[in-house]
């Protein structure tokens, strides 16, 4: 089983900068990769960014590029979203996941297994 804890939400101005952490506990070999998603009120959850754990490989949502990074620490505890130029778009609740069942694409939310409750951006404009 594996935990996932999200923090650093936050209301900011656009053109602000947030850091989003994960923390991760429970077995490491339960996922094979990470990723970001969001929700906005009324819209559907959609993957901003995903990293494996093994490969190194990332990707991120066109919406995010140039402006978001993912990243974990050398332990693999945490996982973080730093977040740079903020725009109003970019509010929502902020989702960590964890998978290991390769399903779909890596914004399919059937693609994960675990999911944190989540922690909520707000960008005034």
């Known amino acids: 089983q594996v935990q996932l804890v999200e923090s650093g939400g936050g209301s900011v101005q656009a053109g602000g900068s947030l850091r989003l952490s994960c923390v991760i506990s429970g077995y490491t070999g339960s996922y094979y990769y990470l990723a970001w998603f969001r929700q906005a009120p009324g819209k559907e959850r959609e993957g901003v960014a995903y990293i494996h754990i093994s490969a190194g490989t990332i990707y991120y949502a066109d919406s995010v590029k140039g402006r978001f990074t993912i990243s974990q620490d050398n332990f693999r505890s945490t996982l973080y979203l730093q977040m740079n130029s903020l725009k109003a778009e970019d509010t929502g609740v902020y989702y960590c996941?964890?998978?290991?069942?390769?399903?779909?694409?890596?914004?399919?939310?059937?693609?994960?297994?675990?999911w944190g409750q989540g922690t909520q951006v707000t960008v005034s404009s």
């Open positions: 996941a964890a998978g290991r069942n390769g399903i779909g694409t890596w914004y399919s939310l059937r693609s994960y297994n675990y």
